[in-house]
């Protein structure tokens, strides 16, 4: 993978997992995430970050040990070898990863389209306005890892900046009552949206992917993951503690997408409206940067792994071809496709695989040097999730669960594919 000068140190890394995660989740999936667990989605939040942390733990020990541009994927060779069932889990977790992008990218289209005057206003304009965001930021990460890092720290400062503002004065008037625990729902319920609020984490993940770019991973990654984490929950409990009580629950359900810059309104008016609306077009190209970078390393490591293609190792620019046939992906999803419920498909899928991971880890902490009751503690926290989110969907959407195994039967059909036709172009590795 292209060297760019060590261009990612503690604090760039910190910013580009804050910036992964501070995205569509907490813009976009608030009031999806209220309409299961109510007034009470703080608590759900709070249990998502619980989950991360612990995941977090045991994929920066990981990443310690075995510093790869590919990340996760480097990590399943690691604990499963390479062979059909770690490369399916790879194209699962990439497949995710791009429908996850393609997400993000038709909400920044959905957020700027709704800034603009109604009359120059056309049914084009969210299609195009997130082809646009995308092909954008795949230009300035084909620029190299170090203009990504300068680009992610300022945009992480400025959207953090906002929803820190939002925070202390949704904090400062305050009302009580609308959070009285008597309206909570049902525990079970704010179980049940874990899954929604767990895919506000998530990207944490692409800290994992930029161990090459560091001096020291060993040192920096693990600290990097795991304050992202933290810093980034802290901001979520107090931004959804201000939103649910300024704003009575059925008002943030009906507001969904728009839940904060609708919180913002009673508080700072029309500007404060505008203010945060303009806050989630930053945060989601944010998401989407961070991400890009991600792909890029994953698609590299995959390929040379004879997972896909071996297009996606070409160089091109101060990167890989892997970045740009994946732009194209994400812009084509996000034009053709409605991704409501492939979004739920994508996040059990990063469960699934986080799990997997974590499952395979308990086997090598001998060689990671990780606590092995931590770890446990990471399998027991995201397949606890990953049943919650599951009996949920049985009840309310159980098509869903039967894409997901469609999905994961066709990343075993490709993978098996790809493994016979580039068996004698790509060797396969063997454990280190």
């Known amino acids: 993978m292209h060297q760019s000068g060590k261009a990612i140190g503690f604090w760039s890394a910190v910013a580009l997992g804050m910036g992964a995660m501070i995205g569509a989740g907490i813009f976009a999936l608030l ?8 007034t009470a989605t703080y608590l759900s939040f709070i249990a998502g970050g619980v989950v991360a942390l612990f995941s977090g733990y045991s994929l920066s020990r990981l990443g310690a040990r075995y510093p790869a541009a590919g990340g996760i994927v480097e990590y399943l060779a690691q604990c499963y070898g390479e062979g059909l069932f770690s490369g399916a889990m790879s194209i699962v977790l990439y497949i995710a990863g791009i429908i996850s992008l393609a997400l993000v990218a038709r909400t920044f289209g959905s957020y700027a389209a709704s800034l603009l005057p109604a009359e120059i206003t056309t049914t084009l ?36 900046g906002v929803l820190v503002v939002l925070a202390i004065a949704g904090l400062r008037f305050l009302q009580p009552a609308l959070l009285a625990p008597a309206d909570y729902p049902p525990a079970d319920m704010i179980l049940f949206s874990l899954g929604i609020t767990f895919f506000a984490y998530e990207g944490f993940r692409v800290i994992t992917n930029t161990a090459e770019d560091m001096d020291d991973p060993a040192k920096t990654l693990p600290r990097a993951m795991l304050t992202s984490i933290v810093l980034v929950m802290l901001l979520y409990i ?15 359900v009906e507001a969904k997408d728009y839940a904060l810059a609708a919180a913002a309104r009673p508080v700072f008016g029309q500007a404060g409206f505008v203010a945060v609306s303009l806050a989630a077009l930053v945060s989601t190209a944010s998401a989407i940067n961070a991400s890009l970078y991600s792909v890029t390393n994953v698609t590299y490591q995959m390929a040379r792994n004879g997972e896909l293609p071996g297009a996606f190792a070409q160089p091109i620019g101060h990167s890989k071809e892997g970045l740009v046939i994946s732009s194209l992906l994400i812009v084509v999803l996000a034009v053709v496709f409605d991704l409501s419920k492939i979004a739920a498909i994508g996040s059990i899928a990063v469960l699934l695989v986080h799990g997997i991971v974590h499952l395979g880890h308990l086997f090598q902490t001998t060689e990671t ?6 770890v446990v503690l990471a399998v027991v926290a995201t397949f606890g999730a990953l049943t919650v989110a599951s009996v949920y969907l049985v009840g309310n959407s159980p098509q869903v669960l039967l894409l997901v195994v469609a999905f994961v039967a066709v990343a075993f059909a490709m993978e098996f594919f790809l493994r016979r036709v580039h068996r004698r172009i790509v060797g396969i590795r063997t454990p280190q």
């Open 369 to 374: 040097g990780a606590s092995r009751v931590l």
């Open 125 to 160: 304009a969210v299609p195009i306005l997130s082809s646009t965001i995308v092909i954008f930021l795949m230009w300035v990460n084909l620029e190299g890892a170090r203009n990504m890092a300068r680009l992610e720290n300022i945009i992480v400062a400025s959207k953090v």
């Open 31 to 38: 009031g999806q995430a209220g309409v299961i667990a109510g």
């Open 238 to 252: 107090g931004v959804t503690v201000a939103v649910f009580g300024n704003l009575p629950a059925d008002q943030v």
